[in-house]
């Protein structure tokens, strides 16, 4: 079927399909603090660790290492949590930072790409490959891509994977390249995560993106029925591994703290 003028995409309300679980309370106990300002997860985890770490110090060795363990248990879960999106919107709120939308290769249509480098820097290494087309501008290709976006979207015929260099947070808008009917599209990361959503060829793209750290690769799926996607439209928040002010004294007050504490056990043991 010949694709036809656009119409405005649906909208699905926002939803969050991968919850993480913050086990800092639930392995601590609960303590009443008082009103200040609002910490993030990470200086919580963090403090949780140094807390726990600290109090294993006038333990045995055995039970300190338990309570070490349990600490480390603790925090990466907190500072490692994943959270799919479908709304663009919704993912811009929850990503924060500066958020880079790319929207344009000056390379050839229809030529075969195995990499994409978005304006922040952040690069795709795809495998096996796709090919470029640029949506709007394609004759009877894409014009039915959401927002009247006219920008470099990319065609694959088969499910594709994408290594990619850190981000914080991740999105871009995928089609069905079949106009008759709606067709599942899957975005599954390598931690496992999956977002699934119903996308109709004829309608608009659909937003697929993620909040969070850790994640090196995705993979998109699509049913044979399908014909293949095309995917575009960037949303990116680079990584850029500098670790927050606030979590760094936290790190180095516990640090300095379990120093003390060890010399002050040695001088202890050695007056007895």
Known sequence: MDRTGPRPPDRAAPRLTHKTVNCVYACSPPAREKAGPARTGTEIAL??????????????????ALVFAAAMA???????GVVTYDDQASWATAAGGTITNTTEDARVNNLP?????LDDGVQLTLSPYASIAHAGSVGTG?????????????????DLTAE???VKAFGFEIEPANMDGSYTITLTLDDNTVL??????DSGAKFFG???QGIKSFTISAPDIARGFAFGNFFSVADTAVPEPASLSLLGAGLFAMGTLRRKSRMSARRH
Not at 113 to 117: A, K
Not at 196 to 201: I, L, M, T
């Open 47 to 64: 403090t949780t660790f140094i807390n726990l770490v600290g109090q294993s110090m006038y333990l045995k060795p055995t039970v300190s």
């Open 74 to 80: 603790c925090t990466l879960p907190a500072l490692a």
């Open 113 to 117: 790409v195995f990499d994409i480098t």
């Open 142 to 158: 894409w014009e039915t891509w959401a927002h009247s976006y006219t920008g470099a979207v990319y065609a694959s015929t088969n």
């Open 164 to 166: 990619l260099t850190p």
């Open 196 to 201: 699934s959503q119903s996308v109709a060829g």
């Open 210 to 212: 993620w909040v969070g």
